[in-house]
């Protein structure tokens, strides 16, 4: 018996073996096309070559599956687990808008375009049209801004984080700057005012409490090594209970009064009522400006809803000096972030940005229309027998704006029969990967950042990553 069946196995393996298609062959599928477009021919190969090296070993142990493999399939998951950061767009199932990890602020189609139209070209970025000559960075930008903040002049530089440390070390490079302890704050991963500071060679003049900061506070720790006094948004937390911070104008009239800059970083860079959209009302660089804010600071790629970008608006004769500084050649904006801004500060004058910024138009959406589409793919998912419930639940801003505040918002919750977290990775390691939240074992796709026409997208991607683990 024993004698026989070797021959007849060899024979077997030989003939899988045989049966496995050449590397090159492979290629040519018309499936891996999308694969060579995103990873590269040579890390395709790679994979490939891995995939076969794999079958063959376990054919010649016996332990390859039965049947034919589905290469494509097989390749295509070595790609995603051995290149997973390559860049594609994922659908953003979490209810946070401005997701810092997703890269924020999704852009228009109106800067979208510009930077498409345009990045590929040569553009006027520094030359001046009218003498033919050298004129400064995206020169109109300066005034477009200006237009829409009510500042006299506004300049553009990488992020908020170099238009703050711009200011710092420009204004107040070895002298002191006065903060209240209470916006000694740290931003998401790495801002953290202190430190900044530091940095820069500026002394932090850390003045009042935690929880209280007094304008007498203030004018009592001004003298004549004071470069300014800096006001921080607190951005991302909230402080509750006894609490008192100094308003914008009382500081106002104090640097007024002492001929001492007033510095606001702002962050957030809301130039629309935030109350519009049944939030808290967000202080707007508009407004910071009319209580007295000598300079502001904000980044695009937040409420501005545009690309990473830091804005500085206010005084002429403040903002002229950063120009000339040498740090300002190091943190300048690029120019595809110039273009794509000047896009954005153009609808915001347009006054179309609710329907034309993603950001905004998310915001506004409301619940009934949300529900609808929700109910749409739990329909789709029921259909294949996956269960799907939709539940009401919050949507949050994100990107370090507004804790606390909150959007309702329609949910489709998902059960998933074995582990959630591995529910949760299925759907991430899908095509589309699909980004959803874990709440009480169950998985919750948030309707607000989904992106209506992604919702075709949304129940495949759960079909196909819930039944392949039933
Ligand atoms: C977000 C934020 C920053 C950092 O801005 P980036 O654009 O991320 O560099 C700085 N200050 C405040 C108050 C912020 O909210």
Redesign the pocket.
């Known amino acids: 018996m024993k004698a026989s069946r070797a021959p007849r196995t060899r024979h077997t393996t030989n003939t899988a073996l045989r049966s496995l298609p050449a590397i090159e062959k492979l290629l040519e599928s018309p499936e891996l096309i999308p694969e060579i477009t995103l990873y590269t021919r040579p890390l395709v190969i790679e994979a490939t070559r891995h995939v076969l090296s794999e079958l063959r070993d376990r054919i010649r142990e016996g332990t390859a599956p039965r049947g034919e493999a589905d290469l494509p399939v097989l390749i295509r998951t070595r790609l995603l687990l051995e290149w997973p950061g390559f860049m594609s767009g994922v659908i953003n199932g979490t209810g946070i808008i401005l997701h810092t990890n997703l890269g924020r602020a999704p852009l228009s189609q109106k800067a979208l375009e510009a930077v498409s139209n345009l990045g590929g070209q040569y553009f006027n970025l520094e030359a001046d049209l009218k003498s033919g000559g050298r004129g400064t960075r995206a020169s109109e930008l300066r005034r477009l801004l200006s237009r829409l903040t009510g500042a006299e002049d506004a300049i553009a530089v990488n992020?908020?984080?170099?238009a703050?440390l711009l200011v710092l070390v420009a204004m107040a490079n070895g002298r002191e700057a006065i903060v209240s302890r209470g916006e000694l704050?740290q931003?998401?991963g790495g801002?953290r005012v202190p430190e900044i500071m530091e940095q820069s060679g500026v002394k932090l003049r850390e003045i009042g409490t935690t929880n209280h900061t007094t304008r007498k506070d203030y004018a009592r720790a001004i003298n004549e090594h004071t470069a300014m006094i800096l006001k921080?948004?607190q951005?991302?937390f909230v402080q509750n209970g006894f609490v008192g911070e100094t308003s914008l104008s009382e500081l106002s009239e104090l640097a007024a009064e002492h001929n001492v800059p007033l510095i606001y970083?702002?962050?957030?860079g809301a130039v629309i009522d935030t109350a519009e959209f049944g939030l808290k009302p967000e202080p707007t660089v508009q407004q910071a400006l009319r209580d007295g804010a000598d300079l502001v600071?904000f980044?695009?790629?937040?409420l501005f809803g545009g690309p990473?970008?830091?804005i500085i608006a206010g005084k002429r004769k403040l903002i002229e000096p950063l120009l000339n500084h040498p740090l300002m050649r190091a943190v300048r904006l690029d120019k595809l972030s110039a273009i794509a801004l000047e896009a954005t500060a153009a609808v915001y004058l347009n006054r179309t940005a609710t329907l034309d910024i993603p950001s905004w138009r998310m915001m506004s959406y409301d619940l009934s229309a949300l529900r609808l589409r929700a109910r749409a793919i739990m329909r789709k998912l029921k259909a294949c027998d996956i269960k799907a419930e939709i539940k009401e639940g919050l949507s949050m801003v994100g990107?370090?704006?507004l804790p606390e505040q909150s959007l309702s918002t329609a949910l489709v919750s998902l059960t998933p029969t074995g582990s959630a977290e591995a529910c949760a990775r299925s759907l991430r390691l899908s095509q589309p990967p699909l980004i959803a939240r874990i709440e009480n074992d169950h998985i919750l796709i948030d309707m607000r950042t989904v992106f209506p026409e992604q919702d075709d997208a949304v129940a495949k991607v759960v079909q196909r990553a819930m039944n392949r683990k039933n």
Request: glycine share 22%.
């Open positions: 992020n908020n984080a170099a703050v704050v931003i998401g801002f921080i948004h951005s991302n970083d702002l962050g957030s600071c980044s695009g790629d937040k990473q970008a830091g990107g370090g704006t």
